[in-house]
């Protein structure tokens, strides 16, 4: 699987945007960018995927960069709920398996 | 939108004895099931890929006499942690997949601490 590299920790005030960096050199035509968030003591749920056009739902926005190298998580508002862990993911296909990176901690500051 | 259920949520259990966690598929036909493992302050690790009806596919150093996964339908899983010991105290988590959606909807984990 083509590895990601994101940032342990990120911090954020309440109500602001927050940016989350992945890095994905080795990223094949294929790879989807997918990202998930786990919250403490919970299963992961899923937060966005793309391939190579931004997307945007209700959650945030995924925004990727020409070459497909990196992207960037967007959170519009943050608030106290979107502390957690942010994954980002490259997968081929839904019924390959998600394998985990570290992710990064973010903490919302009231 | 799709729910994935586990069962139970934490459970305690003395060392050598056996545990079964189910995970269901409650609203969908999970084509695929996963299995995790995670560890304080630490990543989800997988532990086995699980489809309907086939033998599940463990990871590298996943022990399958250990970590029995039986998926006997498309909305039910199992792991079965057999003589338990302390070392195996983790975050069990599950998750499935369906055919032509690209998310993996996970379950809410089951805790496990043997004593």
């Known amino acids: 699987d083509a590895k990601t590299t994101q940032p342990n920790s990120m911090e954020s005030n309440e109500e602001e945007p927050v940016h989350l960096p992945c890095n994905h050199s080795?990223?094949?035509?294929?790879?989807?960018i997918h990202w998930y968030r786990q919250l403490p003591s919970q299963g992961p749920e899923y937060v966005i995927h793309?391939?190579?056009s931004n997307v945007n739902n209700r959650m945030a926005s995924l925004a990727i960069a020409e070459d497909r190298k990196s992207s960037t998580l967007i959170l519009h508002r943050a608030t106290l709920r979107d502390a957690a862990v942010y994954y980002c993911?490259?997968?081929?296909?839904?019924?390959?398996?998600?394998?985990f990176g570290k992710g990064t901690r973010l903490s919302v500051i009231a | 939108g799709a729910v994935v259920s586990q069962h139970p949520s934490r459970v305690i259990c003395k060392s050598g004895t056996s545990v079964k966690i189910e995970c269901r598929s409650l609203d969908f036909q999970a084509t695929t099931m996963f299995w995790y493992r995670q560890f304080p302050k630490q990543s989800l690790m997988l532990m086995a890929t699980?489809?309907?009806?086939?033998?599940?596919?463990?990871e590298q150093g996943v022990e399958k006499d250990k970590f029995l996964i039986n998926h006997a339908s498309l909305t039910l899983s199992t792991l079965t942690v057999t003589s338990a010991h302390p070392e195996d105290s983790s975050f069990y988590i599950c998750?499935?997949?369906?055919?032509?959606?690209?998310?993996?909807?996970f379950g809410p984990g089951t805790r496990l601490t043997v004593t």
């Open positions: 080795t990223i094949s035509g294929t790879d989807y």
């Open positions: 993911i490259l997968r081929v296909s839904g019924n390959t398996p998600l394998v």
């Open positions: 793309g391939l190579t």
């Open positions: 998750s499935a997949s369906r055919w032509q959606f690209y998310e993996q909807y």
């Open positions: 699980s489809n309907e009806g086939s033998k599940a596919t463990y």
